[in-house]
């Protein structure tokens, strides 16, 4: 563009915004009033536009990512958010004091907060989101549905009525015919969400429903709906701007979720037909025009099987999972945001855009998916991550030496890949899941690895039922196949002959034959001897360095002649051999008495065996006890000492992760000792709730 060209196109979007009562306002610092790997993902963006950012954060993330990456940090109270990210106060106060003339809310906390959106317009301050009745309007899935339906969209019916009784909701549940779902009406992200298969099932689950809605929202108002058995989840990228122009960015397939929440998503959604597309594009720019939209939104879309589609709800925000649809388009997202909220008209019209190639996003998590996908908190005492470059992307908010607090989401990153087809970029998914590595607590990875080489994933056959569908495929036996036992062993004895090495170059004779200690043998081969676990079964590994410099690896009935060396990369350790003519490289990783291997076959852990005089028994919890699977909240505790259960009776409730967990009695049995009340915090392990020992058989 010219001098003179970009003149007159400055001059014409003058006019225009003029012509439409605005003018354009740049904006030159942001509040993020966010945490994580949203906020990191704003400060890069924000930087690239030379905008300074503030960030703030807890008492929890005072060492946080976030809060290096910003040119200003403000500490604004308690880990817990309703004593920190939640404060509608004290953000604005510090928005004042930095000197911002914007809040990006990024997602969760305060994103989707009408109070909040009104306090910045009552401010002064720009909030880069909606406007506060757009997200009335959709916040409240009763009043969207209404608005919905009346602008065109297709949606499902159910009940959305005032009267909140358990008796009027169960009647409206039978007559919409189970199963149904029930929701929080301010909910999202798959918060105060419950199934009800019976009407058995119903009391119970409302009561679950309500109680998350009003810790998450402050509002335990429900609506029913007919549950779509095996539906699709599709949603669609949305944009508005203050000039009344309005674009989709096409759609993204959200369909495989635990709990009702994503961790693999993918753009464009597999198997729609361009009709199917422009269809639902064009419902959710209407939905968008309906509450007079404004910025980044997402429609949501329930789809069954004949591609039929039903509005679910509209998220008044950006998505976790907005960079596969950056990916297929090639865009920033937040880079339009800042400038849709600055009063600029949206950079393109809906005919500019074109959909390239396909994306991954998988969403990598603190969590044990081999536990019903609990999530965990802890150390991230390893992390190396992919590459990254144009094709790969990965938006995180943590590293190495960081903690996955109790009192946060406990997602660590997002994996995000694009090729130029689905089957190459599931390929290019799949190989960057391998060469993830994170220790010092349990993560979702080998699942997602799984999930990405399963034949109905690949071909696409995808719904929110495939995980329970699936589930003998998806959590196979992993086994440890004989050549990564000798890639452990061998790490092992070559990393400490490298360390001798070492320490003999500080030496006055670095060439001692005693620095060798590799039980050398005049006339014979040196043989030693390695002990490891893998699991529960023992292995004795003998290593005999022949005089040629190969070696023999004997263990069990497996015996192979191979050469074994150690290559540096980096900060990784690879240990390269060659078996039978077969050369093949691992990184290997040791963490106190365990050996982690990386390799094609994923990640797997053998232990050194710890000697019995340097272990001991602790206190902990008897056989037959209720424990906390995970550190948390105790929300609720539903008995008393002396009380008798029922194998699965509800115990205790939980709040951790943001999310509700019901603990229940293991066994059938009577209370003896309640070790812990509401509002109590608690870690992994400790026992909650004990029982009567059984009295001894006479």
């Given at each position: 563009?010219?001098?003179h060209?970009?003149f007159?196109?400055n001059l014409?979007?003058?006019?225009?915004q003029?012509?439409?009562g605005?003018?354009?306002?740049?904006?030159?610092?942001?509040?993020?009033?966010?945490r994580?790997?949203?906020?990191c993902r704003?400060?890069?963006?924000?930087?690239?536009?030379?905008?300074?950012?503030?960030?703030?954060?807890?008492?929890?993330?005072?060492?946080?990512?976030?809060v290096?990456?910003?040119d200003?940090a403000?500490?604004?109270?308690?880990?817990?958010?309703?004593?920190?990210?939640?404060?509608?106060?004290?953000?604005m106060t510090?928005?004042?004091?930095?000197?911002a003339?914007?809040?990006?809310?990024?997602?969760?906390?305060?994103?989707?907060?009408?109070e909040?959106?009104?306090?910045?317009?009552?401010?002064?301050?720009?909030?880069?989101?909606?406007p506060s009745?757009?997200?009335?309007?959709m916040?409240?899935?009763?009043t969207?549905?209404?608005?919905?339906s009346?602008?065109?969209?297709?949606?499902?019916?159910?009940?959305?009525?005032e009267?909140?009784?358990?008796?009027?909701?169960k009647k409206?549940?039978a007559?919409?015919?189970?199963?149904?779902?029930i929701?929080?009406?301010?909910?999202g992200?798959?918060?105060?969400?419950?199934?009800?298969?019976?009407?058995k099932e119903?009391?119970?689950?409302?009561?679950?429903?309500?109680?998350?809605a009003?810790?998450?929202?402050?509002?335990?108002?429900?609506?029913?709906?007919?549950?779509?058995?095996?539906?699709?989840?599709?949603e669609?990228?949305?944009?508005?701007?203050k000039h009344?122009?309005?674009v989709?960015?096409?759609?993204?397939?959200?369909s495989?979720?635990?709990?009702?929440?994503?961790?693999?998503?993918?753009?464009?959604?597999?198997?729609?037909?361009?009709e199917?597309?422009?269809?639902?594009?064009e419902?959710?720019?209407r939905?968008?025009k309906?509450?007079?939209?404004?910025?980044?939104?997402?429609?949501?879309?329930?789809?069954?099987?004949?591609?039929?589609?039903?509005?679910?709800?509209?998220?008044?925000?950006?998505?976790?999972?907005h960079?596969v649809?950056?990916?297929?388009?090639?865009?920033?997202?937040?880079?339009w945001?800042?400038?849709?909220?600055s009063?600029?008209?949206?950079?393109?019209?809906?005919?500019?855009i074109?959909?390239r190639?396909?994306?991954?996003e998988?969403r990598?998590?603190?969590?044990?998916p081999?536990?019903s996908?609990?999530?965990?908190?802890?150390?991230l005492?390893?992390?190396?991550?992919?590459?990254?470059?144009?094709k790969?992307?990965?938006?995180?908010g943590?590293r190495?030496?960081d903690?996955?607090?109790?009192?946060?989401?406990?997602?660590?990153?997002?994996?995000?890949?694009w090729?130029?087809?689905r089957?190459?970029?599931?390929?290019?998914c799949?190989?960057?899941?391998?060469?993830?590595?994170v220790l010092?607590?349990?993560t979702n990875i080998?699942f997602?690895?799984d999930?990405a080489?399963?034949?109905?994933?690949?071909?696409?056959?995808?719904?929110?039922?495939?995980?329970?569908?699936?589930?003998?495929?998806?959590?196979?036996?992993?086994?440890?196949?004989?050549?990564?036992?000798?890639?452990?062993a061998?790490?092992?004895?070559l990393?400490?002959?490298?360390?001798r090495?070492?320490?003999?170059?500080?030496?006055?004779?670095?060439?001692?034959?005693?620095?060798g200690?590799?039980?050398?043998?005049?006339?014979?081969?040196?043989?030693?001897?390695?002990?490891?676990?893998?699991?529960d079964?023992?292995?004795h590994?003998?290593?005999?360095?022949n005089k040629?410099?190969?070696?023999?690896?004997?263990?069990?009935?497996?015996?192979?002649?191979?050469?074994?060396?150690?290559?540096q990369e980096?900060e990784?350790?690879?240990?390269?051999?060659?078996?039978d003519?077969?050369?093949?490289?691992a990184?290997?990783v040791?963490?106190g008495?365990s050996?982690h291997?990386?390799?094609?076959?994923?990640a797997?852990e053998?232990?050194?065996?710890?000697?019995k005089?340097?272990t001991?028994?602790?206190?902990g919890?008897s056989?037959?006890d209720a424990?906390?699977?995970?550190p948390?909240?105790?929300?609720?505790v539903?008995?008393?000492?002396?009380q008798?259960?029922?194998?699965?009776?509800?115990?205790?409730?939980?709040?951790a992760?943001k999310?509700?967990?019901?603990?229940?009695?293991?066994?059938?049995?009577k209370v003896?000792t309640?070790?812990?009340?509401?509002g109590d915090?608690?870690?992994?392990?400790?026992?909650l709730v004990?029982?009567?020992?059984d009295?001894?058989?006479?």
């Open positions: 563009m010219s001098k060209t970009g007159f196109h014409n979007r003058y006019i225009t003029r012509r439409h605005s003018t354009y306002s740049p904006i030159q610092k942001i509040l993020i009033a966010n994580g790997e949203i906020a704003v400060i890069k963006t924000a930087r690239s536009l030379g905008i300074k950012t503030v960030s703030v954060f807890s008492d929890a993330d005072k060492n946080a990512l976030h290096a990456m910003a200003e403000y500490n604004i109270g308690p880990a817990a958010a309703n004593q920190s990210y939640l404060c509608q106060d004290k953000i510090i928005a004042k004091q930095s000197g003339q914007a809040i990006h809310p990024g997602y969760g906390f305060l994103s989707e907060n009408v909040f959106a009104e306090m910045c317009a009552r401010e002064g301050i720009i909030f880069i989101g909606p009745s757009a997200i009335r309007d916040g409240i899935k009763s969207s549905k209404y608005i919905m009346a602008a065109g969209v297709p949606v499902i019916e159910g009940y959305h009525g009267d909140q009784s358990d008796a009027r909701l409206e549940a007559a919409i015919g189970y199963p149904v779902m929701k929080a009406v301010r909910g992200g798959g918060k105060g969400m419950r199934i009800a298969m019976t009407e119903f009391d119970g689950q409302l009561e679950s429903a309500r109680r998350e009003m810790k998450s929202f402050g509002d335990q108002v429900m609506l029913v709906e007919k549950f779509v058995e095996r539906p699709r989840h599709v669609v990228q949305v944009f508005g701007d009344g122009n309005y989709y960015l096409f759609e993204r397939d959200c495989v979720q635990r709990r009702h929440q994503k961790i693999i998503e993918e753009a464009p959604a597999p198997g729609l037909t361009e199917t597309r422009k269809k639902i594009g419902a959710a720019v939905a968008a309906a509450v007079n939209y404004v910025g980044a939104g997402t429609v949501e879309f329930i789809m069954d099987k004949h591609q039929q589609f039903y509005f679910m709800e509209m998220n008044t925000r950006l998505q976790v999972e960079p649809t950056e990916m297929i388009t090639g865009t920033d997202l937040v880079h945001q800042i400038k849709v909220a009063g600029e008209p949206l950079p393109v019209r809906q005919g500019d074109q959909m190639g396909h994306a991954f998988a990598i998590y603190a969590e044990d081999n536990n996908f609990m999530p965990g908190a802890g150390p005492l390893h992390l190396s991550t992919p590459e990254t470059d144009a790969t992307r990965i938006d995180t943590v190495q030496g903690e996955v607090s109790v009192h946060y989401d406990p997602m660590i990153a997002k994996l995000v890949v090729s130029e087809n089957e190459s970029a599931l390929r290019r799949r190989a960057a899941l391998l060469d993830y590595q010092g607590l349990n080998q997602l690895t999930l080489k399963h034949p109905e994933f690949m071909a696409g056959n995808v719904h929110t039922d495939f995980i329970p569908q699936h589930q003998s495929d998806l959590f196979p036996v992993h086994t440890t196949s004989a050549t990564t036992i000798c890639q452990a061998m790490a092992m004895v990393r400490q002959k490298h360390v090495r070492e320490l003999a170059k500080n030496t006055l004779d670095q060439f001692s034959p005693f620095w200690c590799d039980a050398m043998r005049l006339n014979q081969n040196s043989t030693r001897l390695v002990n490891l676990m893998d699991g079964t023992e292995l590994i003998q290593i005999v360095t040629d410099g190969t070696f023999t690896v004997s263990f069990e009935k497996n015996c192979f002649n191979l050469t074994a060396s150690l290559e980096g990784r350790t690879y240990v390269v051999t060659v078996i003519g077969v050369k093949t490289r990184s290997v040791q963490l008495n050996l291997v990386f390799t094609t076959e994923g797997r053998l232990r050194m065996p710890v000697p005089f340097m001991s028994v602790g206190e919890a056989l037959g424990v906390a699977p995970m948390g909240v105790i929300e609720k539903s008995v008393t000492p002396g008798a259960v029922e194998k699965g009776d509800p115990l205790v409730v939980m709040i992760m999310m509700e967990y019901v603990i229940r009695a293991p066994k059938a049995g003896q309640v070790y812990y009340k509401s915090t608690v870690q992994k392990g400790v026992p004990h029982f009567q020992e009295a001894p058989a006479t």
